[in-house]
């Protein structure tokens, strides 16, 4: 059987010779790959003519609801991709890791959508004033690069990989070319063919090319972005491409790191501190066999408890069946192939003529249901590294498969250093109870990891673990991790947008940011905006109300109503040293009061007050003094209907500007409102 690309809207077949892929478990052929003869120049215009015309016109919650909708898709297939799975030596956990956890981040960032406006753009932060009067301001927006992601991914996460990517990618509105390792493409490709005949994405979002892509990034330009992930010489060399660095390319690596756990000192044998520690070590040693970017490869302990941690760690790990992932009972299955266990032998042997094997041995061992001559088997390797500041291979030299290395150390500053070592890591863990240890270790490593787990008894109850990276916390990693950021909720979809400050009126900026500007001409409305429904409302429609003259009556009842007594409301005679010069109005009094100003209280469009985004009181307001209320349509969020029954309805922010008689703001903030629709449809 040979797996066929996916390029320029069909199914194609390769040409040339192609590369084998194997059963890991049995050594059984697959299938034949290549990617020989294809034209990558045909497939940039036509992801960016064809896909990307069509996402770049959609808004953030279109974006958001095509991922929910192939989310749910690919999860009631999901036990397809499990079968498949199986071939690649991943046992059920494993493959729900990549299965499951792909398609959980594509639910993670369909929900992101509420955080986007309803627009095909974003508008980031708060506008900048940059006159004296107001009348030019500056503003950040992002709008979608006009080229293609090129997504070039790992092995070990066939499904994940590729997932998580295009969460980002689509959300920010670029189509994609996707480039699976040729070993495990075949798990890849099954689930491309499910998208592709969904018909959820639109044509040309998506394209696939299953062999080794050489040339794949000849074709970018500067409107291009490409994320890589995979081996850190591999990466940096892909990144140093002339072109690519003559066109200022968007180049993002996620790269394989020696990442640490740091057992802290309070955390003695018999706490369960030490006891998680070795839990740890062994599910990341055991987990897809360690063939995770973000497995332990350095466990650093107290010097005193380096025996302790090693026959624990063997107690645990001998607990552990290796054989074929579908025979009962087998924890660990294979290596993706027989090629990268010789190349995890030779980096074993080779790290071993100076930290010796203390558990494990690379030709003695039990299987189950397996046969060691044909599938690409291995155990679970612990080494000891007694001298880590002389013997530096192991922060260099990584065996990317279940292999560690324990070494001890004297004092923090030590296990510090050490950590700092591996030169930029993916993820620590300090595991410890102790606050002055957690503190010292986290801002004396920081700098050198993308992610830092503090790991004891109270966050193991809920801990995801050392190795899972979170689609709305970032993935990536300074220095040897490729020092760029994957995933981190927003953060990921923006790595797919061209951010551009714009300056003018507030006028213009509101136009063109669909978000009202303060300062910008208001459109006086003589319906009163609670009266109408969520279509009618215009960004820019503005309610000036009545007025009311605030007393110390108002103070005293607002205070017995709210029970704030605060000094500066109540007492004249405690003011000394204080801004105030008399008794003040209550800020929120003063916002209660403009709501009883501009709400109108017949029922209506109106379903209710969603909340309260930003408010500052921004000048005293003392008894006597006279305030009013521009009350201003900011911003329109559509929402979908969860369901037929559903009230058809969006959120609308409103624009809430509290002045004094002398026109001057002495409070301002953003409301929130549901807002049903006129058509219920």
């Not at 590369?19 to 294809?38: A, C, R």
């Not at 970018?220 to 992930?229: H, P």
């Not at 103070?555 to 007594?565: E, K, T």
Request: glycine share 10%; net charge negative; hydrophobic share 40%.
């Amino acid at each position: 059987m040979n797996i066929s690309n996916y390029i320029l809207g069909a199914w194609t077949p390769f040409s040339g010779e192609g590369i084998p892929q194997y059963n890991s478990v049995t050594g059984d052929l697959i299938s034949m790959v290549g990617s020989e003869g294809l034209d990558y120049s045909a497939m940039y215009d036509y992801a960016t003519t064809k896909g990307g015309k069509v996402l770049r016109k959609m808004t953030f919650q279109e974006r958001g609801r095509m991922l929910k909708a192939l989310a749910f898709f690919l999860m009631d297939r999901k036990e397809k991709y499990y079968e498949i799975s199986y071939r690649s030596g991943a046992t059920r956990l494993d493959s729900w890791i990549d299965i499951e956890g792909g398609i959980g981040t594509l639910f993670a960032y369909a929900s992101l959508r509420r955080q986007f406006p309803d627009k095909p753009f974003h508008v980031e932060g708060a506008a900048v004033r940059l006159s004296k009067e107001n009348g030019f301001i500056g503003h950040h927006i992002l709008t979608p690069k006009p080229g293609v992601a090129v997504h070039i991914n790992a092995f070990n996460f066939p499904i994940w990989g590729m997932l998580e990517k295009l969460s980002c990618a689509w959300m920010g509105g670029m189509p994609a070319i996707v480039k699976p390792s040729e070993i495990t493409s075949y798990i890849t490709e099954a689930m491309v063919r499910d998208i592709i005949d969904s018909g959820i994405v639109p044509e040309g979002s998506l394209q696939l090319v299953c062999g080794n892509g050489h040339g794949i990034l000849m074709p970018a330009g500067m409107n291009d972005v490409i994320a890589f992930t995979g081996s850190a010489a591999t990466g940096k060399k892909l990144k140093a491409l002339p072109h690519l660095i003559e066109n200022s390319v968007s180049f993002h690596i996620e790269a394989d790191s020696l990442n640490a756990i740091i057992l802290g000192r309070d955390a003695v044998p018999g706490s369960p501190e030490f006891d998680l520690l070795i839990k740890e070590v062994r599910k990341e040693v055991v987990t897809k066999t360690g063939q995770k970017c973000t497995a332990i490869r350095r466990i650093i302990v107290p010097a005193e408890m380096t025996g302790e941690v090693q026959q624990a760690l063997a107690k645990e790990l001998s607990k552990t069946k290796i054989g074929d992932p579908q025979a009962e009972g087998v924890r660990m299955g294979a290596l993706v192939s027989r090629e990268q266990l010789k190349r995890v032998k030779e980096q074993v042997q080779w790290l071993a003529q100076k930290t010796p094997i203390v558990y494990g041995d690379l030709e003695q061992f039990e299987l189950t249901a397996a046969n060691r001559e044909k599938g690409a088997f291995m155990p679970p390797i612990v080494m000891l590294n007694e001298r880590p500041f002389e013997y530096t291979d192991t922060h260099n030299v990584e065996a990317f498969g279940p292999v560690c290395t324990i070494m001890p150390y004297d004092t923090l500053e030590q296990a510090i250093e050490l950590a700092n070592m591996g030169k930029g890591s993916l993820v620590s863990t300090i595991v410890t109870y102790d606050e002055t240890i957690m503190q010292d270790y986290i801002y004396g490593a920081a700098a050198y990891h993308g992610r830092i787990l503090i790991l004891n008894r109270d966050s193991a109850k809920e801990s995801t673990g050392h190795g899972s990276p979170m689609p709305l916390m970032m993935h990536g990693g300074p220095g040897r991790a490729g020092g760029s950021e994957e995933l981190g909720g927003i953060r990921g979809v923006l790595h797919y947008m061209q951010r551009t400050a714009i300056q003018g009126h507030p006028t213009a900026i509101s136009k063109v940011t669909g978000v009202y500007q303060q300062g910008a001409a208001p459109t006086e409305t003589q319906i009163h905006p609670f009266r109408k429904h969520f279509e009618d409302l215009q960004v820019g429609d503005t309610l000036t109300t009545a007025k009311h003259t605030v007393s110390e009556a108002d103070i005293s009842n607002f205070a017995n109503v709210s029970g704030d007594n605060f000094y500066a409301h109540m007492d004249a005679t405690s003011l000394e040293g204080t801004p105030f010069t008399g008794r003040v109005a209550h800020g929120y009094f003063v916002l209660s009061k403009a709501a009883g100003l501009f709400v109108d209280a017949r029922k209506g469009p109106v379903l209710l007050n969603y909340g309260l985004d930003e408010c500052r009181f921004t000048k005293p307001v003392y008894p006597g003094m006279t305030i009013g209320v521009k009350f201003t349509c900011k911003e329109k969020i559509d929402q979908e209907k969860r369901s037929e029954d559903d009230i058809a309805k969006g959120i609308v922010k409103w624009l809430v500007d509290v002045y004094d008689e002398t026109g001057e703001t002495v409070a301002i903030a953003t409301i929130l409102t549901m807002v049903r629709k006129r058509n219920q449809d």
